[in-house]
């Protein structure tokens, strides 16, 4: 190998890289909105049961017989 053909793997080995570590940022970033709607979901999700229930409570109340 002559070192023109080492000089431009050493180039396409630090695009890589940098490519690479762009890409791992992207990645960390949706990881991090991902958890952030996960826990908006369940907090959601949560209230939409506690909710439910209440509104079945009330239910009870106005008519004992169902």
Not at 6 to 31: D, G, M, P, S, W
Not at 43 to 54: D, K, S, Y
Request: aromatic share 2%; net charge positive; with cysteine.
């Amino acid at each position: 190998m002559c070192r023109e053909d080492l000089a431009l793997i050493e180039r396409e080995l630090c695009q890589l890289t940098e490519h690479y570590a762009v890409k791992c940022l992207e990645n960390a970033a949706l990881l991090e909105r991902l958890d952030a709607q996960t826990k908006t979901t369940h907090a959601n999700r949560l209230h939409i049961h506690n909710l439910l229930a209440r509104s079945a409570a009330v239910k009870r109340s106005r008519c004992p017989l169902h």
